[in-house]
């Protein structure tokens, strides 16, 4: 059984930083796609950053591209996502998931349709 479980949200003042951490059993994350995703009360989930392939490439949405860093420890079988310069619109449940078919293993995806296996989400709070 697959399950995906996620840590390190809080409250963090603007500027902070967080880690998230996305603990993975039932698969090694370095053989399927991970994706990280947020959502926003009243907003759609949106997709953040991803990791995917044999190397780990990465991919990020705008929002994430300067500020977050996804990354992979496949000892620990674990992929976090590194928040810096954090902004009170990053206020969010924020989501690990992945793709168990591993279409998108090769190329990633930050669409939430492309996964189907997905962590029970953790709140990030930035405000002062």
């Known amino acids: 059984q697959v399950q995906l479980v996620e840590s390190g949200g809080g409250l963090v003042k603007p500027g902070g930083s967080l880690r998230l951490s996305c603990v993975a059993s039932g698969i090694s994350v370095d053989w399927y796609p991970i994706g990280w995703f947020r959502q926003a009360p009243g907003k759609e989930r949106e997709g953040i950053a991803s990791i995917f392939g044999n190397n780990g490439d990465t991919d990020y949405a705008d929002v994430a591209k300067g500020r977050f860093t996804v990354s992979r420890d496949n000892d620990k079988n674990t992929v976090y996502l590194q928040m810096e310069s954090l902004k009170p619109e990053d206020t969010a449940v924020y989501y690990c998931?992945?793709?168990?078919?591993?279409?998108?293993?090769?190329?990633?995806?930050?669409?939430?349709?492309?996964?189907?296996?997905w962590g029970q989400g953790i709140q990030v709070t930035v405000s002062s």
């Open positions: 998931a992945t793709d168990l078919t591993a279409r998108k293993y090769y190329s990633g995806s930050l669409r939430a349709n492309d996964y189907n296996s």
